[in-house]
């Protein structure tokens, strides 16, 4: 599977993305998608090379019809989200898989308010057309009201991030030292790759690993102060200098 980088280098392309709006409904063949996007043949099949060669589409040879030769049919084969969320002390880039099965596999994820839908579906294969209509109802529903609660959880994500950047500023020395800060705070529940940090701003490892323990001490020292608590650690284990006393 493709990643943020490349799939939005691929999507970028208006082209692309409507031979995608067909073949999500049905697989088509080249010629087809030409008449209906008012493409060359030519084009539409260095698309479909593009697209295939990065997994978004898969490709099989079907008889023809009328007896001629097959034919090279294209449908999607991947299920994914891009999210790209961007803004003053904002930037957020994900690349999220659909995850597979069906209802009641995914029952345990989803909403409780969508478990009338779930029942219903059951493990039924087919769906008359009028009642799918009222499932698609509920759950673009269910979509616009889980939307506006993640627009709200960015925006608070947004604003502790705007409220934080002062005292990151007030604290660090230097530029390289904020840009380690802000690295922190973007994935607090990740352990930050150093060495990738310092190929992004072209300075040593080991300075990078000098600014984190000072940064790490910082962080224990504020920690301590502001739960009034002790920080454990293993027995023989150094104390920095602001707990030896």
Known sequence: MVGF???????????????????????????????????????????????????????????????????????????????????????????RKIPAGGPMRLSNRLPPELNGVVDRLGTRRKLPMVEAMGVLSELDSALERIDEHRDAVIALHQQVMRKVSPSISEQSESYEERQLAHAIMNQPRRPLDLDAFSQGLRIQSMDAEEMMDALRERLMRDFAASRGRLVAAREGTPLPWWLAR
């Open 5 to 95: 980088d490349e799939a939005l280098s691929i999507l970028e392309n208006p082209t692309r993305r409507q031979i995608l709006r067909k073949l999500v409904k049905e697989p088509h063949y080249p010629l087809q998608l030409s008449e209906l996007l008012n493409v060359s043949q030519q084009a539409v099949v260095k698309h479909l090379k593009v697209l295939e060669e990065s997994g978004f589409v898969d490709s099989e040879r079907v008889p023809s019809e009328k007896g001629g030769p097959p034919k090279k049919m294209y449908k999607v084969n991947q299920s994914f989200s891009l999210r790209l969320d961007l803004g003053p002390d904002l930037f957020r880039a994900e690349h």
